[in-house]
Each structure stands twice: as structure tokens, then as C-alpha cells.
Nanobody
């Protein structure tokens, strides 16, 4: 059984930075893509970023391009999301997820396993 555990969330001032981490256990990263999503109160879950284990391809939502960077460390079974220049609208619960499709994709329905989420709050 695949398990994902996010960490690194917290309260940060606008313009600051946070690094989220997601530790994956139970299965190899081979043939799996990883994604980050977020959900604000009263909003639907939205795509943030994704990374593929085939070729190192990445994809970002327009709202985070140039500010967020997704990366992986297979030796540590970890996927990270470096978030810079944070804005109040980035406030949400952030989730990591696994897709068996193996390619970067933004549709949350294409992801099979999800973590429990970590809260990110950006204040001014």
C-alpha cells in the first residue's frame, strides 16, 4: 500500500518562502508521476505542479510559474515543492499525489494516491 505524508507547511509573511516535502513509501517511483495540488476553504482542489520520473518533465499552473519549483529525490523517496514570493492567495491545504500514468498531468482525477495535506497560510 502506497502512503504519502506531506510536511513543511506553516504561517509565512507575504513575499516569504516555504519548502513542502512529501515522503512516499510502499512502492518505487518507477513509472509514477507526482503532483502537488491545493485546496482553499470553500474552493475545489486545484493543480499546482507535477513532475515525471520519465525524463524529468515538469508542469506548473500559470498562477505559480516562476515562483514554485517541484523536484524529487528518489534516494530519499521524497518530492518537494519550493515556494518563493508567496502571496495571500496561495493560502490553502497542499496535497501531494501519485499518478500511475507516469506523465505530468493536471487533472486530479488522474491521481491514484493522496497524502493528508499540509496547511500553508500566507499573511500580509
Amino acid at each position: 500500500q502506497v502512503q504519502l505524508v506531506e510536511s513543511g507547511g506553516g504561517l509565512v509573511q507575504a513575499g516569504g518562502s516555504l519548502r513542502l516535502s512529501c515522503v512516499v513509501s510502499g512502492r518505487t517511483f518507477s513509472r509514477y508521476a507526482m503532483g502537488w495540488f491545493r485546496q482553499a476553504p470553500g474552493k475545489e482542489r486545484e493543480f499546482v505542479a507535477a513532475i515525471s520520473w520519465c525524463g524529468g518533465s515538469t508542469r506548473y499552473s500559470d498562477s505559480v510559474k516562476g515562483r514554485f519549483t517541484i523536484s524529487r529525490d528518489n534516494a530519499k523517496n521524497t518530492v518537494s515543492l519550493q515556494m518563493n514570493n508567496l502571496k495571500p492567495e496561495d493560502t490553502a491545504v497542499y496535497y501531494c499525489a501519485v499518478s500511475e500514468l507516469g506523465v505530468v498531468i493536471s487533472n486530479p482525477r488522474s491521481y491514484d494516491k493522496w497524502g493528508q495535506g499540509t496547511q500553508v497560510t500566507v499573511s500580509s
